[in-house]
């Protein structure tokens, strides 16, 4: 059917289609380093994209074997067919790719091809070498014909050697900073120095060595958690017996001992365990996420060697697969050499123990077999990325436009003046005078801002317990679009309650489950006062041998269903082991207390464990479980034991599990069955009330499961097990042939019952959910667990509102069936997504840019299935298709490289331990902070950091055009203004602590912020710092500065000695003032500021003389600034403009002092000005009287 779909005519090419051929990839991949793989593919399209625009295209007649081999971009002509109503998709964002040639080659396609091979380059020459499958013979590391990595753990971004450069080019790759680096580096040339070499150096050290210090104290915190990890213990076994071993100096091939509630330092294959049943529990939740101990299964030839020893007599060795990244499948083989005949023995995925997952039970002793980078967690772990937030990107391209005018303006300073001598020593002289457009300080405050942010985060009280991890990006919690959730332990506590029974025509909640146990007591007390004449068989044995069939009673439905509950399950009673175990299983189970209160249940499902421990609650416990048998007890103290014949485990495409069993007091055989209603539908006998039911209990949030069960004789089993065996030795399509002879099977079962269990959400998660919706900020939910279960929490928790529709995308396994599914996917509107991990790897090979731009549409999308690895992708995905700003939050040390990966990452303290928050921005203890944290943190943090940057900006800009005045006023002579200290102090003592003071200020109170989370919709446009706010901060700054110099130049041309004290007070007294009337909430800080400044600013007159000139003088001239005086002189000054110089510290400029600037050139640059000064002034007047009267108010 795929193979009929019209196709778009697509461009040929032989080089490009290797890449996209399922087999091909597949035997490529195996001798290629998979990190590199996508880069080659996607350099590969690149390259091809330009040379060959001419290409020849597919036509539709090709043959149906090269569809898979191109690799498509659909079109709406594509996708038209006049034989099925399939509507075309979106067209992609990105179709103008298909158009590049050499115009987009010679606009700057040059530049991506290169970076892209260098790229590529130099990650090949960092690559060590090809991984490769392997044969580990067991305890004898030397037998390696390889060399394989170190076993050791880093995750040190430098080292000795790389430390400091790195951290220089971290800081250099950003044009602020390296701007200020050219310019300190200037003033070394004296033709070029301007004023004194530490009013340029000083600034930079200091950021300089903040951010040094800092990046010292990560590595050296980084340093010593992976030095505790590399050197923690572990018992090694040798010819000569155990010997402790450093992690970091475990090698592939040995043999390695792990205690209980040890972590596994390597990847191992499964060899021996203390346990007696040779299976042993393990924890995966730093690998996987999920918090359910898995089930592993020792090696059967190992297992049962008589002694531990012995492992060193036999000869037999382990082959394995090459390393990859998936965490669910493992192929390899055990092969004894020294047996006759020779014994192989086939591995799975439950024979093998994976780095960082942990022991739960017994000890267990297992053979190397990858170690280091090799091993799953870390070919899982992506590195972390120094994150940059969007302002400080917005804010350097704004420099950028800063350094640009800055360079123009020093052209038309130069141009003006003629051209005249060493015009180009002057030009770079006028740029250095200009320099202070683009201040210093503005990185020092943004940091220093940033840390202020920090700290106010981590001592709210309303968020207790909140870490601040990387307090670079703070303002990132204020621009969020796309939130990326984890699922068990973020959303929920992954804690079980059984809540409902119903048997068709009767239900049970939790109010009336003593009814249910008061009539198991009471059925099983029959049971056993009449077993003398009945043989012991049950009341629902009794009722199946009398004569015709009657209706069964509510009390023997009952014990049915407990009973097939308490049996349909792979759950293991797990108890306490009090001594130490020495490996043998004599000993362990001599040390280990079978009380009831010593039992705790264990299985690859909460779900399961919560329905046994409900049976143990009614009076039906489990007590035991192996491999091969399992016990009952009945609440009269009776142990009912059952053989188990076969086991069919749950998986995502069967969404059922079932067993079978043999009682072993009766021998009767009976086939269990339980799973989801859409599969256990179709099997069960029919029935009126089942669909309305699982209806009904899905509205309440509750997770369903049908139960039912088959009698079969033994005739019967025995034809089942003979058919059976035979399909799993077949060698092609055995899945297909055994899922076929159980299906045989699963044919008129007889329902027992349905259950309802809930899994327990954290607190207040809907309202939280409710609110980031509101926000605007779209959810998407990506978790490792099934896909039933993760729809039912999307539904609980309301990430999908009861009136929206659920589409779940089918599973799909080449590009037809992607096609036919995206298309009946457009159709829908306003409907949430639910896809499997492995349907959306093949949607993004082939249909990366239409599935995104259906996805992005969709108000949630959950993703289920996921491995870490796919996490991270997807994060990115939405990253460069969208260019919004992600944010992840997770619990787990699965969600580590998603939480790195995002722009922001989130980590909660959980059950599942402290990798993720170790390793995320921001660590929070419950999911409902993240509410507070966005809306009231993340909005004062943007909007503070954006007007601070943009008032360091204008503190900058206006001093540059007073400097800009002063030299055109002059004859365009490249002498500074203000020199030395006075321009260290203006950055500093005299106007930091008011400008600094804003990140106190608010624009809306917290209450109001949550109140009204719509609010937050307005900070992700960017508004608050834009190339529009910041040309109305530039015509400010213009403004200001004009008005300060001329009007010091023209009224007080009698005081022209005292020209520096005046401006340079009036500049101060306006820079307080525009403070006041920048904040919006007063804060007392802002008030202590305020005067703390003015009164350092009138202490530096009085001590500071050398700088100022004579005090008096410049209280006498600072009395005459008023508006009347101002009026007075305007015509004057403008009618007959004359300038004159004298004395003081003005260096290079004596021969000015009797010079005058033509008339025309004076009307140009002081009268228009100066037509303003008057609103200017009245401006200032009435925002005093406002601000007064709002206070008296």
């Given amino acids: 059917m795929a193979d009929s779909i019209p196709l778009a005519p697509m461009r040929k090419s032989s080089r490009r289609s290797p890449y996209y051929n399922a087999n091909r990839q597949s035997r490529y991949l195996d001798n290629f380093p998979h990190h590199l793989c996508s880069r080659v593919d996607e350099i590969v399209m690149e390259c091809s994209r330009f040379l060959l625009p001419l290409s020849p295209r597919f036509s539709l007649d090709d043959e149906p074997s090269n569809l898979d081999e191109m690799p498509l971009m659909m079109s709406e002509e594509g996708f038209e067919n006049d034989d099925s109503d399939y509507q075309t998709l979106p067209r992609a964002r990105v179709n103008h790719r298909h158009s590049r040639g050499l115009g987009w080659f010679l606009l700057g396609g040059w530049r991506v091809l290169c970076c892209s091979c260098c790229e590529l380059v130099a990650r090949m020459c960092r690559r060590k070498k090809e991984l490769k499958s392997r044969t580990v013979w067991l305890g004898c590391p030397e037998k390696c014909e390889e060399k394989f990595p170190k076993n050791s753990i880093h995750n040190q971004k430098y080292n000795v050697f790389t430390f400091v450069p790195g951290v220089l080019y971290q800081q250099f790759k950003f044009f602020l900073n390296l701007y200020f680096l050219v310019v300190s580096c200037s003033q070394f040339v004296p033709s070029l120095k301007i004023g004194y070499l530490y009013t340029y150096w000083a600034p930079l050290s200091f950021v300089l060595a903040v951010t040094m210090v800092r990046e010292a104290v990560d590595e050296v915190r980084r340093h010593q958690r ?37 972590r596994i330092p390597a990847d191992m294959i499964f060899l021996r365990t203390s346990e007696k049943t040779g299976a042993c529990f393990i924890r995966t939740d730093q690998l996987d996420g999920e918090t359910d101990w898995k089930l592993k299964v020792a090696v059967v030839c190992t297992q049962r060697l008589p002694a531990v020893g012995d492992l060193f007599s036999i000869n037999a060795y382990v082959y394995a697969q090459a390393p990859q990244l998936d965490i669910h499948s493992f192929e390899g083989n055990f092969t004894r050499e020294d047996a006759d005949p020779q014994i192989h023995e086939s591995l799975s995925i439950e024979n093998t123990l994976w780095a960082s997952t942990v022991v739960a039970s017994g000890t267990v002793i297992g053979v190397v077999i990858y170690t280091g980078k090799e ?225 705790t249940y264990q299985a690859s499902s909460p779900d399961e464990v919560a329905l046994v421990r409900w049976t143990e609650s009614v009076g039906l416990t489990l007590v035991n479980r192996d491999l091969t048998s ?79 069960k088959k009698s079969l004789s033994e005739e019967q089993y025995q034809d089942f097990e003979n058919r059976y065996n035979q399909a799993k030795l077949s060698i092609h399509d055995r899945a297909l042939k055994v899922a076929a002879v159980v299906e045989s099977l699963e044919r008129e079962m007889e329902l027992l019952c349905l259950t309802g269990v809930e899994d327990q959400l954290q607190a207040d998660v809907r309202p939280t959910l409710e609110l980031l919706r509101n926000a605007g900020i779209k959810i998407w939910m990506l978790t490792g667990d099934k896909l039933e279960t993760a729809t039912c929490i999307a539904k609980s928790s309301h990430l999908v509102s009861r009136n929206q529709d659920i589409h779940v995308f089918r599973p799909v396994s ?114 409902k902070h993240i509410g507070r944290l966005l809306m009231v943190h993340g909005r004062n943090s943007y909007k503070r950091s954006a007007a601070l940057g943009q008032f360091v900006m204008h503190r900058g800009m206006i ?19 203000y020199q030395g200290f006075l321009m260290v102090g203006y950055a500093t003592i005299y106007t930091m602590f008011p400008v600094f003071s804003l990140v106190l200020d608010q624009d809306v109170k917290p209450e109001m912020a949550l109140l009204y989370p719509e609010l937050y919709k307005d900070l992700t446009k960017g508004r608050s710092l834009s190339f529009k706010t910041f040309l109305i901060w530039v015509l400010i700054s213009v403004y200001q500065g004009g008005i300060l110099m001329y009007g010091a130049l023209v009224l007080f041309e009698s005081e022209f000695v005292h020209v520096v004290a005046i401006s340079f007070t009036a500049l101060i007294l306006t820079e307080l003032l525009m403070v006041a009337l920048t904040v919006r909430t007063w804060h007392w800080l802002m008030v202590l500021a305020e005067f703390l400044s003015l009164g350092c600013y009138l202490a530096s007159l009085a001590f500071l003389n050398e700088y100022f000139g004579e005090m008096h003088a410049v209280f006498t001239c600072i009395g005459r600034v008023s508006f009347g005086a101002f009026l007075g002189r305007l015509s004057q000054s403008v009618t007959h403009p004359t300038m004159s110089a004298s004395g003081g510290h003005l260096h290079g400029i ?44």
């Fill in 630 to 708: 399992l016990q009952l007890k009945t609440p009269s103290g009776q142990i009912l034991s059952f053989h188990i014949l076969q086991i069919f485990p749950f998986t995502s495409e069967s969404k059922r599990m079932g067993i079978i069993v043999r009682e072993e007091l009766t021998g009767d055989i009976t086939f269990y069955m339980k799973g989801a209603d859409v599969a256990m539908a179709s099997i069960v006998q029919y029935n009126d009330w089942l669909e309305e039911e699982c209806g009904n209990m899905a509205r309440e949030g509750l997770r369903t499961l049908v139960v039912a």
């Fill in 814 to 927: 080449n590009r037809g069936e992607a096609h036919l599914e995206l298309n009946a996917f457009r159709r829908k509107h306003d409907c949430a997504l639910v896809i499997s991990g492995d349907s959306l790897e093949v949607c993004l090979r082939y249909y990366e840019h239409e599935f995104v731009e259906l996805a992005c549409q969709c108000p949630a999308v959950v993703c289920c299935r996921c491995s870490p690895t796919q996490k991270a992708q997807i994060v990115t995905l939405l990253q460069q298709h969208t260019a919004n700003r992600t944010c992840a939050i997770g619990d787990g040390g699965n969600d580590v490289s998603m939480i790195q990966a995002a722009d922001c990452g989130i980590g909660i303290e959980g059950k599942e331990g402290k990798q993720a928050s170790l390793a995320a921005d921001f660590s929070i203890t419950q999911f």
């Fill in 226 to 262: 992976d030095k505790e990890m590399n050197s923690q213990l572990y018992s090694k076994l040798t010819v000569r017996g155990k010997i402790q071993v450093k992690s970091s100096d475990i090698q592939v091939g040995d043999l390695i001992i792990v205690e209980k509630n040890q």
């Fill in 1150 to 1193: 004596h021969s000015l002092h009797s010079s005058r600037v033509p008339h025309v050139f004076m009307f140009l640059f002081v009268q228009l000005p100066l037509l303003f000064v008057a609103f200017q002034y009245v401006n200032i007047f009435y925002s005093i009287f406002t601000c007064i009267q709002n206070i008296y108010i």
């Fill in 959 to 977: 001093i540059s055009v007073m400097q800009a005045v002063f030299s055109s006023v002059f004859y365009f002579a490249s002498v500074p203004l």
């Fill in 375 to 599: 091993t799953r967690s870390v070919l899982n772990t992506s590195y972390a990325k120094n994150k940059v937030g969007l302002l400080d990107l917005e804010l350097n391209r704004l420099t950028k436009a800063l350094f640009l005018a800055q360079v123009v303006l020093s052209i038309v300073m130069e141009v003006l003046h003629g051209f005249v001598g060493q015009w180009f020593r002057n030009l770079f002289r006028f740029v250095v005078l200009f320099s202070y457009i683009i201040p210093i300080s503005l990185r020092v405050n943004l940091d220093m801002g940033k840390a202020a942010y920090g700290w106010m985060i981590m001592k709210d009280e309303n968020i207790p317990g909140t870490v601040v991890r990387t307090s670079t990006i703070p303002e990132e919690l204020g621009r969020l679009v796309y939130l990326l959730t984890d699922k068990t332990g973020t959303l929920t506590q992954n804690e079980m309650i059984f809540k409902r029974l119903h048997l068709g025509t009767v239900s049970y909640g939790t109010d009336t489950m003593d009814e249910i146990q008061s009539l198991i007591v009471h059925s099983y007390a029959q049971g056993t006062s009449s077993s003398g004449s009945t043989g012991g068989a049950t009341p629902s044995q009794k009722s199946q041998t009398l004569g015709p069939k009657v209706r069964k009673s509510v009390s023997s439905r009952i014990h049915e269903a407990v009973k097939a509950i308490a049996l349909c399950h792979n759950v293991t009673p797990v108890y306490e082991t009090y001594g130490g175990v020495n490996g043998e299983t004599e000993s362990a189970e001599a040390d280990r207390d079978f009380s009831d209160d010593n039992r």
